[in-house]
Structures are given as structure tokens and as C-alpha cells.
């Protein structure tokens, strides 16, 4: 990156080089036609006989040759602002696309490890499974784990389908009136036969919301996977959907690592993930977010993370009420 970072440079200091070099040839050729002009006024008017004509046409050739310099200036500097735009064009796209291929890269890493993981987790517990005569309460953990890892590969070629999907726009979210708290509950339910006494439900207000079911399960299961993901296991994750201003507000709070200020408006990025891939230890694409955000959006909403109250962060979806 760094050569070709050179190369640019190189190539740009050659070009505003070359055209400086043009605009001062230019200005020497049009003193040197100043100078034949005033050679030629000379043999042909008198300054003495006629001085009047010889002063007008004096003015005329000192006012041309003026007229051609602020002509280079102006087109040259002109010509120098677009070729500085286009350079800080192409130079910001080619920063963006070395970012992109190293954050795909990084993807690539981490959804290889995502697959592996789990199918290696599932295949050790089903060969324990066939190999020993355990009792039932072994047999029925291990089976457990076996499931709890297949929803975890679930979620993530959901998540990897569902990306493509919104990305290519070959998904058409459904427009049905629903109740936000109701799926909340329904999703929470759920999440709580896999993680017992986690979650805190603060606040279940109904709100009619126009969505997709589908897409809005989704975005409470990132958020809430990713508050179980970055928090002890001892610390509660605390759900609440509220109303405030015609709007339904989903908050999902954590209190665990927290979120830095300079990394939250990144999180939201595709692929983005806080930190480096070789020394990481939680596992993840970081697709989850770019997701939820796409989703919140789709539903004519936003999303936002803020610092929870002591510690941790608070993610919250705003979505518009429908109207009656
Ligand atoms: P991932 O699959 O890595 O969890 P996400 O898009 O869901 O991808 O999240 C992007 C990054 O944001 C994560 O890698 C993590 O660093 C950070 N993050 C997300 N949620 C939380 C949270 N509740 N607490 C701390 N960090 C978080």
C-alpha cells in the first residue's frame, strides 16, 4: 500500500510540476510577444510625432500582455483545484477499497472460525454421545450443547443469507402491523430458557409499529447476542420497549466492556469489528450491527449506542409509530 501511496504522490508532484512549468513558459512567450509588439509600434509610429497614438497603443500592448497572464493564472489555478479534487477523490476510494479488502479479509477469518467452531463443538459432543453410556442428565447437557451450538450456526447463515439478500435488494420486507413488545417478549422468552436469569425486563409498553417480523427478530437477537457476548456472565442484560414522541424505542443494555467514543460510530460498518482478528478473543463477523442497522432503517428508524449508566452500552432502535 505504501509503494503505491508513493507512486500517486509521485505521479501528482510530476503532473502540478509539468504544469508549472507550462504557465511559466507561457508567461515568458507572451513577454517575448509584448516585446515584437513594442518593436514593431516603434517602426511603425513615432513617439515623438504622434505621441497620443504611440501612448493608446502602448496601453493597448501593456493591456493584452496583462490580460494573458491573469488568463494562465486563472485556467491554471482552475485547472490545479480539479486536479487536486481528482487526486483526493481517487486517493480517499483507494483508501476505502484497501480497508474494505482488509475488513473481507477479516471476515473471511473470523466466518471460517464461526463455522468450524461450532460443527467441531457438535461433532465432540455427539461422539461422546455414541461412544459412552452416560446417565440422562449428561446425555440431556451434551444434547443441549448440540443445539446451542446449531442456533448459533443458524444465526450466522442467517445473518450471512440475509446480508447478501438486503445487499443485492432481492429481500422484500413485509409490511404488517405488529407490536414491538410482543415480539420483544415472544424472542426474550425464548432467550431465557437458554440463558436463565440474565435478562431484566424494565419496561413492555405496546407499540404499533408497520415491519417485518422476520427482520425485527433479528435485530433484537444481534443486539441481545452481542450484550451476552461482551458482558460476564454474572451481569444482567436489561430489555425495554418504550414511547416516546409517536416513536417505539427498543433499548437493549449491557454492563460489560462498553463501547469507546471513537469506535461507535464505526461498529456500525460492514464487517467492522472492534480491535484486531489475531488477538480477539469473543467470536463474531461483524455483519450483526451493519444488519441491525439496515433493518432499523428499513423500518424507517435508526439505530444508536450510547454509554449505559454506570458501565457498559445502551443500543437503541427508534422506530415511527404507525398511524391509526
Ligand atoms: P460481531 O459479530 O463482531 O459481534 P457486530 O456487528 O455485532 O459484530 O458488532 C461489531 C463490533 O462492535 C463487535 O466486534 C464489538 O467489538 C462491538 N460491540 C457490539 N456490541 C457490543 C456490546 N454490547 N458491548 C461491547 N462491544 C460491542
Redesign the pocket.
Known amino acids: 500500500m505504501r509503494f503505491s501511496t508513493t507512486i500517486q504522490i509521485l505521479l501528482l508532484a510530476y503532473i502540478v510540476a509539468a504544469y508549472v512549468f507550462w504557465g511559466f513558459s507561457l508567461q515568458k512567450q507572451s513577454v517575448q510577444i509584448s516585446e515584437q509588439e513594442l518593436i514593431t509600434l516603434h517602426s511603425q509610429v513615432d513617439s515623438n510625432a504622434q505621441p497620443l497614438m504611440f501612448a493608446s497603443r502602448l496601453h493597448e500592448i501593456e493591456d493584452k500582455k496583462n490580460r494573458r497572464t491573469k488568463q494562465y493564472i486563472g485556467e491554471g489555478s482552475t485547472f490545479l483545484i480539479v486536479i487536486f479534487i481528482g487526486a483526493a477523490v481517487v486517493y480517499s476510494s483507494f483508501r476505502r477499497s484497501i480497508r474494505l479488502s482488509r475488513q473481507q479479509n477479516n471476515f473471511m477469518l473470523?466466518v471460517t472460525h464461526e463455522l468450524k467452531s461450532p460443527i467441531a463443538a457438535m461433532k465432540l459432543n455427539l461422539q461422546t454421545l455414541e461412544r459412552h453410556q452416560l446417565d440422562l442428565d449428561k446425555r440431556n447437557m451434551l444434547i443441549d450443547r448440540c443445539v446451542k451450538e446449531a442456533n448459533r450456526l443458524n444465526d450466522l447463515c442467517n445473518n450471512m443469507l440475509l446480508a447478501s439478500q438486503i445487499e443485492g435488494k432481492q429481500y422484500v420486507p413485509a409490511k404488517e402491523a405488529l407490536n414491538l413488545a410482543e415480539i420483544v417478549e415472544e424472542s426474550i422468552h425464548e432467550y431465557e430458557g437458554r440463558y436463565p436469569n440474565r435478562f431484566e425486563i424494565e419496561e413492555m409498553v405496546d407499540t404499533e409499529i408497520v415491519g417485518d417480523k422476520l427482520l425485527l427478530q433479528m435485530a433484537l437477537s444481534?443486539l441481545v447476542?452481542?450484550?451476552l457476548?461482551?458482558?460476564p456472565a454474572t451481569k444482567p442484560v436489561r430489555i425495554s420497549v418504550k414511547k416516546k414522541n409517536n416513536c417505539a424505542i427498543l433499548q437493549v443494555a449491557?454492563e460489560?466492556?462498553?463501547?469507546p467514543d471513537g469506535?461507535k460510530s464505526k461498529?456500525?460498518n460492514k464487517f467492522?469489528?472492534?480491535?484486531n482478528e489475531e488477538t480477539r478473543k469473543?467470536?463474531?463477523?461483524?455483519?450483526?450491527?451493519?444488519l441491525?442497522s439496515k433493518i432499523a432503517r428499513q423500518h424507517k428508524g435508526k439505530i444508536t449506542v450510547k454509554d449505559n449508566d454506570p458501565v457498559?452500552?445502551l443500543?437503541e432502535i427508534t422506530i415511527p409509530i404507525a398511524k391509526g
Open positions: 473470523s444481534n447476542e452481542n450484550a457476548k461482551y458482558t449491557d460489560g466492556e462498553g463501547i469506535e461498529i456500525f467492522y469489528r472492534i480491535g469473543t467470536k463474531g463477523t461483524g455483519l450483526g450491527l451493519y441491525t457498559g452500552s443500543f
